[in-house]
C-alpha cells in the first residue's frame, strides 16, 4: 500500500497537528478563530475540547464556535489550492499536499493507510477527527460533512474491532484466572501416595482412551480442540469441556488423556466398570487420576463406591487422586461450616433407623439448612446416601465397598500433600 502514496517533501512529512496549526495561522480570519480551530482539535497543548466546551470557554453559542470553525476549514483549504495554483510554497498547500498523499482518491484503501499514518503520528488530534480531516482536505471536491461520512463506515469497524479486542482480553483474563484456582485446586487437594509414579515421556505420549463417548445411545460427546494435544478431545458435560479446557491453559499440565482407563468396582454385590474422567501428566512426570463431579452429586453413595475403587486403583499405581470440578475439590465440601444443631440432629435421626424424604426436609426446614450441608456431614461421618428412593443411614459395618477407608484417607490427607 505505501508504494501508491506519493513521496512527501520534508516540509509535508512534519507531524498532521503541526501542518494543521500552520495553516490555521496562515489562512484563519482572526485570532479568535484560530483559538477556535486550536482548542477543538487540541493544537495548544490542552487536549481537544468538544464544541460546547469551546463554545462556554469563548462565551458563544455551540452553533456559533462549529459556524467559524466550518469557515477555518474552508479557508485553509480554499488557500491551499490558490498557493498551488500560484506555484507557491506554502502551509496550506503542505497540508493539501500531504492530506491527498495520505487520503486521497487515488489511494487504494486510503482509510487503513491515513490510519496507519496517523498511528505513527505524534500530533495530539483524536484520531477520528485527524481521519475526517485528511478525508476533508484529501479531495478537492469533499466537503466537511462528506469527509466525515466517507471515514465513518471505517472509524465504526475500529471502534467494534478495539470492543471485540477488550472482550476477548476480559475473556482471556477470566479464562486465565479460572485457570489459576484449578492449578490451586490440583495443588492442595490432590492426594498422592507418598512414591509417587513417574512417567516416562513414551508412557505418556502413549496414552490412549479406554472407551469412546461419542453419541452412541450411552454418552454424548462434546468436542474440544486441543491445541495442548494437538486432537479432539471428547468430553461427556460440559464440567468435563470446561475442565479439560483449563487443563490446555495449565503450564504445569505436559498431556492428559480422557477416559483413560477401566476400573471394576462392586455395589449391592453385583461387579460393575468404571471409566475415570481423565489423567493428568504433569511436567515432572507426575500423574493425576481425576474424577470429575458436580458437587451436589459427590455425596450419593455410588458415586462413593466407585471413587473408593479409584483411590485403590491410585493407590497401586502411584498416581495422585483428585475428586472435584474446576471450582472445588472434595474436601472443601468436607470441611463445609453447617448450620448448629443441624449436624447433632442429622446424626442422631440415622441412628438405628433410615431417614426418609420427608423427615429429611423436615430437619432441613428446622435448621435452615441446605443439601450442601447435609453432603458436608455424609462425608464427615460415612453417612450412605441413596436417591431413588431416598435413603440416608449409617454404612454397615463390614463396609465391604471401601467407603469409609476412601473418606478417612480423604479426611486425613492434608493439603498439598
Same mark, same amino acid.
Given at each position: ?15 498532521? *497537528? ?68 500560484? *506555484? ?236 472435584? *470440578? ?92
Amino acid at each position: 500500500m505505501a508504494d501508491n502514496v506519493p513521496a512527501v517533501t520534508d516540509e509535508e512529512a512534519r507531524p498532521f *497537528g503541526e501542518l494543521l496549526f500552520a495553516a490555521c495561522l496562515d489562512a484563519a480570519k482572526n485570532e479568535r478563530q484560530c483559538l477556535i480551530v486550536a482548542r477543538h482539535y487540541g493544537l495548544d497543548g490542552d487536549g481537544w475540547q468538544s464544541l460546547a466546551a469551546v463554545a462556554a470557554s469563548l462565551d458563544l453559542s455551540r452553533e456559533r464556535v462549529r459556524q467559524l470553525l466550518d469557515d477555518a476549514l474552508v479557508r485553509m483549504k480554499r488557500r491551499g489550492s490558490s498557493q498551488r495554483r500560484d *506555484g507557491n510554497g506554502g502551509p496550506c498547500a503542505a497540508l493539501l499536499r500531504h492530506a491527498e498523499g495520505v487520503a486521497g482518491p487515488h489511494v487504494p484503501g486510503w482509510q487503513q493507510a491515513a490510519w496507519e499514518r496517523l498511528k505513527d503520528d505524534p500530533s495530539t488530534i483524536p484520531p477520528d477527527k485527524a481521519m475526517g480531516l485528511l478525508a476533508y482536505f484529501g479531495a478537492p471536491n469533499r466537503n466537511r460533512r462528506q469527509a466525515e461520512a466517507a471515514v465513518e463506515p471505517f472509524l465504526r469497524e475500529l471502534r467494534e474491532e478495539a470492543r471485540r479486542t477488550r472482550r476477548e482480553a476480559r475473556e482471556q483474563a477470566r479464562w486465565a484466572d479460572r485457570a489459576a484456582r484449578l492449578q490451586g485446586l490440583l495443588d492442595r487437594y490432590t492426594v498422592w501416595r507418598a512414591s509417587p509414579r513417574v512417567l516416562t515421556p513414551d508412557d505418556a505420549r502413549n496414552l490412549r482412551p479406554a472407551r469412546s463417548v461419542r453419541h452412541d445411545g450411552a454418552g454424548l460427546a462434546l468436542p474440544l480442540d486441543s491445541a495442548k494435544l494437538g486432537r479432539e478431545v471428547q468430553c461427556e458435560s460440559l464440567l468435563e469441556h470446561r475442565f479439560f479446557t483449563l487443563l490446555d491453559l495449565l503450564a504445569t499440565v505436559d498431556r492428559y488423556q480422557e477416559q483413560p482407563c477401566r476400573i471394576e468396582y462392586r455395589l449391592d454385590g453385583w461387579s460393575r466398570p468404571y471409566h475415570p474422567d481423565v489423567l493428568i501428566v504433569l511436567r515432572d512426570g507426575r500423574t493425576i487420576l481425576a474424577e470429575l463431579k458436580p458437587a451436589h452429586q459427590v455425596a450419593l453413595f455410588p458415586n462413593l463406591v466407585k471413587w473408593a475403587a479409584l483411590a485403590r486403583a491410585c493407590e497401586e499405581w502411584g498416581f495422585g487422586l483428585f475428586i472435584g *470440578g474446576d471450582r472445588y475439590a472434595v474436601q472443601q465440601i468436607l470441611q463445609r461450616p453447617v448450620p448448629g444443631g443441624f449436624e447433632d440432629a442429622l446424626l442422631a435421626a440415622v441412628d438405628g433407623h433410615v431417614v426418609r424424604w420427608q423427615e429429611y426436609e423436615v430437619l432441613l426446614r428446622r435448621f435452615d439448612a441446605d443439601h450442601q450441608a447435609m453432603a458436608a456431614i455424609v462425608l464427615r461421618h460415612g453417612l450412605e446416601l441413596r436417591l431413588g428412593p431416598f435413603r440416608l443411614s449409617r454404612l454397615p459395618s463390614n463396609d465391604e465397598e471401601g467407603v469409609g477407608s476412601l473418606l478417612a484417607r480423604l479426611r486425613a490427607a492434608g493439603p498439598g500433600r
